[in-house]
């Protein structure tokens, strides 16, 4: 399911590194309007359940993903492309190789939130199979907005892709 515009870019995602951190911040700053600082990013990623990976194009990070381990679920805390590599397919890239940690068995679902008015990330999600389930009234500290809870769930999502294939 990769896309081809992300092999035509020679994107490699690994593991975030110390190094990686000015980059990441700086993606973070320019795409939200209340972005996490270096102290939240190091305080998530300290946590034995936390991960970060990055996507980097000839050495330079152009996006990254911060997402925990559960029990019975992944769930993405922070996710950016920069805004100079958004729309490449960087992003569906990322969440492909998040996806194909999904275990039927195991960890089955991916859960996370998005902001009511940011209508890109939510139609960005729901393209890959994501779908909302509810609305977390006053979810930001930093605003009263709401935040929609979308989830992947790995046997939903397969039978949508099966049903589109089928008709």
């Avoid at 190094?19 to 990441?24: F, G, I, N």
């Avoid at 305080?43 to 029990?71: K, P, T, W």
């Avoid at 996710?79 to 569906?92: D, E, K, Y």
Wanted: glycine residues 6%.
């Amino acid at each position: 399911m990769t896309t081809a515009a992300s092999h035509g870019l020679g994107i490699h995602v690994r593991w975030m590194i110390r190094r990686d951190m000015p980059e990441v911040l700086g993606i973070e700053q320019e795409a939200f309007e209340f972005p996490w600082s270096e102290e939240d990013f190091t305080r998530c990623l300290r946590q034995r359940n936390c991960i970060g990976m990055v996507a980097e194009i000839a050495d330079s990070v152009v996006a990254f993903m911060i997402y925990e381990l559960h029990r019975s679920r992944l769930h993405m805390l922070n996710f950016a492309v920069t805004r100079s590599h958004r729309r490449l397919g960087i992003g569906t890239h990322m969440l492909e190789k998040l996806i194909g940690k999904l275990t039927p068995d195991r960890r089955g679902r991916i859960m996370l939130e998005v902001r009511e008015t940011n209508l890109a990330a939510q139609l960005f999600f729901r393209s890959l199979g994501f779908r909302a389930t509810s609305v977390l009234k006053d979810f930001y500290r930093d605003s009263t907005e709401d935040a929609y809870l979308m989830q992947y769930v790995l046997d939903e999502a397969a039978d949508v892709v099966g049903r589109r294939l089928a008709g």
